[in-house]
């Protein structure tokens, strides 16, 4: 089946740092990935539509300066979390359509999700 | 706008039984419904999904869930839970766009 990994599973860092996860689609291209942010015991919250070779659609009070997204090749989209703070400790998980067209009647496949903690 | 409503935080049922995950959703069109399965600090797994035809779907490991379109629910059922079920369940929906909604989660715990 269609699988996606996402590295690191795990990162802690300082406040102001900035930290880079990925997002891989290992055994099929995805023109379209998703990233969430899923807060304790909440839903998921779609933060942004990545798009394969063009830019990032933000959700409504995502600050795209502030979680860049790049989606350089059909297999790795990638979030940063420039200059974290505290608030933006969480979990991140990454989606991808396995279809090269996306279509809105089909499942997503998710990645294991990162755990950002910053201090 | 879309909406999906799980209203149960947690489910508890007892090894062997049967159980339910109620979801409910507003949205204007048609719906594609989902249902994801999440273990502890894992991504979300598809279960099974409704996009037309017969209400009643049938999903991975015995799971199924019924469309109902006049209730909008699409709970999710299995006739005899495992202890290896237990996790946390997620209901989505889309009418036609780029973007899922999901409902809050509801934990499922099954008792031996």
């Known amino acids: 089946g269609a699988v996606v990994s996402q590295h690191p599973s795990r990162v802690i860092c300082k406040s102001g740092t900035s930290v880079k996860i990925e997002c891989r689609s290992l055994?099929?291209?995805?023109?379209?990935m998703f990233w969430y942010r899923q807060f304790p015991k909440q839903s998921l919250m779609l933060m942004a539509t990545?798009?394969?070779?063009?830019?990032?659609?933000?959700e409504q009070g995502v600050e795209k300066d502030k979680f860049l997204i790049n989606h350089a090749s059909l297999t790795l989209s990638t979030l940063t979390v420039t200059s974290a703070h505290p608030e933006d400790s969480s979990f991140y998980i990454c989606?991808?359509?396995?279809?090269?067209?996306?279509?809105?009647?089909?499942?997503?496949?998710f990645g294991p999700g990162t755990r950002l903690t910053v201090l | 706008a879309q909406s999906v409503a799980q209203p149960e935080d947690q489910v508890n049922v007892a090894e062997g039984n049967p159980l339910t995950v109620k979801c409910t959703y507003s949205?204007?069109?048609?719906?594609?419904l989902f249902w994801y399965v999440q273990y502890p600090n894992r991504g979300l797994q598809f279960l099974l999904k409704?996009?037309?035809?017969?209400?009643l779907v049938k999903g991975s490991y015995g799971f199924e869930a019924e469309f109902n379109k006049s209730q909008t629910s699409f709970h999710l059922k299995k006739p005899s839970a495992l202890v290896s079920d237990s996790a946390l369940y997620f209901c989505?929906?889309?009418?036609?766009?780029?973007?899922?909604?999901f409902g809050t989660g509801t934990r499922l715990k099954v008792l031996a």
């Open positions: 989606s991808a359509d396995p279809n090269l067209a996306f279509s809105s009647y089909n499942e997503q496949f």
């Open positions: 055994d099929f291209q995805a023109t379209t």
């Open positions: 990545s798009n394969e070779g063009s830019k990032a659609t933000y």
């Open positions: 949205v204007s069109g048609n719906p594609y």
């Open positions: 409704y996009i037309t035809g017969d209400n």
């Open positions: 989505a929906v889309n009418s036609g766009t780029y973007k899922y909604i």
